[in-house]
């Protein structure tokens, strides 16, 4: 049972970047149904690898193609991405100790973060890349 269900709401109206979004939505999806099958012992550690790895570059094509887009809200954006990035990271690292385990509030939290970043924050810079013919 997937975590997340792509929909139109989670479009952005740029194509590369929903490509991108999507693949996000399926590493999430597949983390998830790994928990739920019970192996996320095994497989955890690379998925997240695979997670992270993927939003890195995701988040730089995404602040390169908001930087061509000359959007105002980029600094901000870069901010908003940093943070992410550091709490999987770290959270990464602490299940590589077993200090910590995959569970329903940390695919809730990855959930909700991506869904919601996606309406709201990335919907914000369509507009500036859409004027600069980024489609």
Do not use: C
């Amino acid at each position: 049972m997937p975590l997340i269900h792509w929909n139109d709401a989670l479009s952005v109206g740029i194509k590369t970047i929903g490509t991108q979004h999507k693949v996000l939505v399926d590493t999430l999806n597949e983390l998830h149904d790994a928990m739920l099958a019970g192996r996320a012992k095994t497989l955890t550690a690379a998925i997240l690898q695979e997670l992270l790895h993927y939003t890195r570059d995701h988040f730089s094509a995404e602040e390169a193609l908001m930087a061509t887009a000359n959007y105002g809200g980029l600094a901000e954006h870069k901010i908003r991405h940093r943070d992410l990035t550091r709490q999987v990271e770290g959270y990464a690292t602490r299940f590589e100790r077993g200090d910590a385990t995959l569970n329903l509030h940390l695919m809730h939290f990855l959930r909700d973060w991506l869904t919601q970043h996606i309406q709201k924050e990335d919907r914000a810079y369509t507009p500036a890349m859409q004027a600069r013919g980024l489609r």
